[in-house]
């Protein structure tokens, strides 16, 4: 793309109820899976429609076939079965915030693998076929890094099939592989990757359970497992963006803490052309780590929070990015909202109409900054 786009989205929207309702119906077997896919198609028309009112310059499904932001990879893979850990053997996560309690109430599934994973269909096929038909201009398809995949290797239950972590990272990126080559005979525009394992070890450092020099050495394996998809990605006309997420799950979070520990590293060393980093509030800390953004490279300003309704005034954000503009030439700038707005199917505690709102300030700071 030529201009570069000014007004991002991550990608996630609210889901209506009735799409909620339908997917019910169909995990009751009272409906067909075609009648289903049938039912999204209109839901995903309408919240095209929905964005192309807000004028936002990239359009998404909504991540509406997905019943969490990393179900479109672990839906589409074999091998796998439920586990009761949460994290799939890591560490659990505490959702923390105002909302920790309603998030803790609908903790997603995790899954280990316990074979040889395989591919029952494609992860993204369907979603980017659908949005090249019916969207009103630039598309993204969005999908989880494939680092966030080292909790599917789990040693009571993955041994049997994978004698370490590695070996299980070396097929899923051959399928991660496969499926980009796919969605660039597509035609797809834009690809990102949605990370949140880089943040856990911002969090680490930040609460003192790991030292800066060790959460560098962690990142250096989660970034060179990434890398690996994102160099396929490269290919003419297509951008490619990571968001650094912190955890989105009703309206809580799952890690925070500035990025100027690891931001030289991790700024630096991953291949991508924009960056979407999360700046809603003071746990994000200043935006002085943007000194380490290399030149080729943009960051997408997640200014517009979207873990609450409250709409933010439109000077304040412009002041946000003037104090940016510090540490990154305002050229190399766009916004976004920090998040989705519902990285899972019950989505953050705020009102469609809010969402839309959001949606149009953001198109609203864009004209206003760059014109």
């Known amino acids: ?179 980009i080559d796919g969605l660039h005979e597509l035609g797809v525009p834009y690809l990102q990757l949605d990370s949140l394992r880089y943040i856990d070890t911002i969090d680490a450092v930040a609460k003192g359970s790991m030292k800066a020099e060790a959460a560098r050495g962690t990142l250096r394996r989660l970034v060179d497992i990434d890398n690996r998809v994102l160099g396929r990605m490269k290919h003419p006309g297509v951008t490619r963006g990571v968001h650094i997420c912190r955890g989105n799950h009703r309206s809580a979070w799952g890690a925070e803490g500035s990025y100027e520990s690891v931001a030289e590293f991790l700024l630096g060393e991953v291949d991508t052309d924009r960056f979407l980093m999360e700046f809603d509030t003071e746990r994000a800390g200043t935006f002085e780590p943007l000194r380490f953004v290399p030149g080729d490279k943009m960051v997408v300003l997640g200014l517009i929070t979207t873990k609450s309704g409250e709409l933010e005034d439109v000077d304040d954000v412009c002041r946000r990015i003037d104090e940016a503009t510090k540490f990154i030439p305002l050229e190399r700038l766009a916004i976004s909202p920090q998040c989705g707005f519902a990285s899972t199917e019950l989505g953050n505690l705020l009102t469609v109409e809010e969402e839309k709102k959001k949606l149009a300030l953001v198109v609203e700071v864009a004209r206003k900054v760059w014109g």
């Open 1 to 179: 793309m030529s201009k570069p786009i000014r007004a991002d989205q991550v990608g996630s929207l609210l889901r209506p109820a009735d799409l909620l309702a339908s997917r019910r119906e169909f995990e009751a077997g009272k409906i067909s899976g075609g009648e289903l896919r049938s039912r999204e198609d209109a839901a995903i028309l309408d919240v095209l429609a929905l964005q192309e009112s807000a004028g936002i310059a990239v359009f998404s499904d909504g991540e509406f076939r997905r019943s969490a932001w990393g179900n479109g990879v672990i839906d589409s893979l074999s091998g796998l079965v439920p586990t009761v850990k949460r994290g799939g053997g890591q560490a659990a996560r505490r959702w923390q915030g105002a909302h920790s309690d309603v998030a803790e109430e609908t903790v997603p599934r995790h899954y280990v693998a316990a074979g040889k994973i395989g591919l029952k269909h494609r992860f993204a096929h369907d979603e980017a076929k659908f949005l090249k038909d019916n969207a009103a201009g630039t598309f993204k398809i969005t999908m989880p890094s494939p680092s966030m995949f080292t909790r599917l290797y789990d040693t009571e239950v993955s041994t049997s099939a994978y004698g370490s972590m590695d070996e299980l990272l070396d097929d899923l990126v051959e399928l991660y592989l496969g499926e």
